[in-house]
């Protein structure tokens, strides 16, 4: 039986498959891409990823048996979201000096075939060149919690999503962390937040025993970050998950989204990260997720800082090593942010369809770190009905009948109480149209002991009018509001008392409104600082 090559004599074997004349399909060359676990060869149509022979502890590629077995894994593992892409294994057999992709004969070393696709259209190549509009961050939240619900919990009794698992893989990050060379300020730093780390962890251990006993621990992808996303045949692709370690991949929710939420925000986005958190939190209804979000942010963004600590560790450049040290300063920037406390807080929004309340809700949402909770996609979650189905409800029939909205405002008090105890600020988006609704949420945000503030959007009547005619029309939006509803709501509508002007924030949204603006003017009534997003692109470097 052969021996096993030594990486020097596999990366031999890959440089003869960059020769066009090894394949069996057309190849005009062949672009190598390398990592620091493996090689990819593209070449016509395909892409071929071939395992590097390493035992790097948190994978093992050391024999060609478990490189198989591992090109396998990836193949089963990655066609859960990209099945397009991800083809089979395919042996590279003749001989390592004279070696033929695919064919007949002794297998000398396995690679996985994927379809290839334009790297130009990878999500993080796209956002560097302002090319990805918002509604591609709603298709991946909507995504990935269709992903989520899809694949299997772990069990409570195994070993994934234990507290003890988890602050294992936390501290690991710390621990490499300390073996390696740091200036005094940076050390300061890294000590600071594994202290901050390990007394959240005690503080969080229940609750994560409490979400591995309720099915949030599950198969994830494990490394959803913004370079392993593609815009393929129209549509957003998640590839590349990790299949080698599976401690690494079966993982709470909450910390897999942390992953994306981290990555907008590193590049400098924290807009999109907002929308990416609630729109996967619409999508989901996994509010009570938030709790343990900080504390995933955080280790998600340790990691980054442990990985670029060990590259500044391995240049010879000094430039090179600057760069990498530069960003170790600045995912420590971005995990103390994350680390920071919040500023709960309660608004509700006030206004009938078509007022603007929604897409004033949406810029705000945008800014600092609101929790939006909609009232159009919760009533249909109670219906256990999917946020974009159409019911044609109507006045007080269906989705609207007085029970179903007296249990809809019900759940948004109690989705809000839970936002603001995980510590976010809660945006609650409903008509709020009786006085007797808004004093409810008033005495809520009273008794959680957070500020209160009533949003309230107004647009003549004839605008409110072309834009539910419109939303109508389009049949796209949670709302199912028609003009007779409109219409109802206009008559019925308990305009704001003058008590109540205290705490409101009347807003024109006949046109345009400005998020940074209405931000500001928000937090000036709420009596809080203006947002400054967390992990804007000010961390860089820091």
């Not at 234990?162 to 710390?174: D, H, K, L, R, S």
């Not at 109670?382 to 007080?396: C, K, N």
């Amino acid at each position: 039986m052969p021996s096993e090559p030594t990486l020097a004599e596999a990366a031999r074997l890959v440089e003869r498959l960059r020769e066009a004349r090894r394949y069996p399909h057309p190849v005009a060359d062949v672009e190598l891409v390398e990592t620091h676990i493996s090689w990819v060869l593209l070449a016509g149509g395909y892409a071929y990823k071939l395992k590097k022979p390493l035992d790097l502890g948190f994978l093992d590629f050391s024999t060609l048996a478990k490189r198989r077995a591992a090109c396998e894994e990836e193949v089963r593992l990655n066609r859960r979201l990209a099945p397009e892409l991800y083809l089979d294994v395919v042996a590279v057999t003749g001989s390592p000096d004279d070696p033929a992709m695919g064919g007949t004969g002794l297998a000398v070393e396995y690679a996985v075939r994927m379809r290839r696709f334009d790297r130009a259209l990878e999500l993080d190549r796209l956002l560097a060149r302002g090319e990805l509009p918002d509604e591609r961050i709603d298709e991946l939240a909507a995504l990935v919690a269709r992903f989520h619900a899809a694949v299997p919990a772990a069990p409570p009794d195994g070993p994934y999503g234990t507290p003890g698992a988890v602050y294992a893989a936390a501290a690991a990050n710390f621990e490499h962390l300390a073996a390696l060379e740091h200036d005094a300020a940076t050390a300061a730093r890294i000590a600071a937040l594994a202290r901050w780390t390990e007394a959240a962890h005690s503080r969080l251990a229940p609750v994560m025993r409490e979400r591995l006993a309720g099915g949030f621990v599950r198969e994830c992808h494990g490394d959803l970050h913004l370079a392993n996303m593609v815009l393929h045949e129209g549509r957003v692709v998640v590839f590349d998950c990790i299949e080698f370690n599976p401690a690494l991949r079966w993982t709470d929710v909450a910390a897999e989204i942390a992953f994306t939420v981290m990555d907008l925000r590193r590049r400098g986005r924290p807009d999109l990260a907002q929308r990416f958190l609630n729109g996967y939190l619409d999508a989901s209804g996994d509010y009570a997720g938030l709790r343990l979000l900080p504390y995933y942010l955080v280790y998600r963004a340790m990691v980054r800082a442990k990985v670029a600590a060990i590259r500044a560790s391995q240049e010879t450049d000094a430039a090179a090593r600057e760069r990498d040290a530069a960003d170790v300063r600045a995912h420590l920037a971005l995990a103390e942010s994350f680390a920071a406390e919040r500023q709960p807080a309660l608004v509700i929004t006030c206004g009938a369809s078509g007022s603007g309340k929604s897409f004033v809700a949406g810029r705000l949402a945008a800014t600092g770190d609101w929790i939006r909770i909609r009232s159009d996609v919760e009533r249909k979650r109670l219906a256990g009905l999917d946020a974009a189905a159409r019911t044609g409800s109507g006045v007080g029939a269906g989705l609207y009948t007085p029970d179903m909205t007296e249990r809809t405002y019900a759940r948004l008090a109690a989705l809000a109480r839970t936002v603001v105890a995980a510590g976010y600020p809660a945006l609650v988006d409903a008509t709020f149209l009786e006085r007797t609704r808004r004093e409810a949420f008033r005495a809520l945000a009273g008794g959680l002991g957070v500020p209160f503030l009533i949003l309230a959007p107004a647009a003549p009547a004839d605008v409110m009018r072309e834009r539910v005619a419109a939303r109508e029309r389009a049949a796209a939006d949670p709302s199912e509001a028609t003009l007779a509803v409109l219409e109802r709501q206009l008559a019925t509508a308990e305009p704001l008392a003058a008590e109540e002007t205290a705490h409101a924030l009347v807003i024109d949204a006949a046109g345009p409104v400005e998020a940074d603006a209405l931000a500001t003017a928000v937090a000036a009534r709420l009596g809080t600082h203006p947002p400054r997003p967390r992990g804007d692109a000010d961390t860089r470097g820091a």
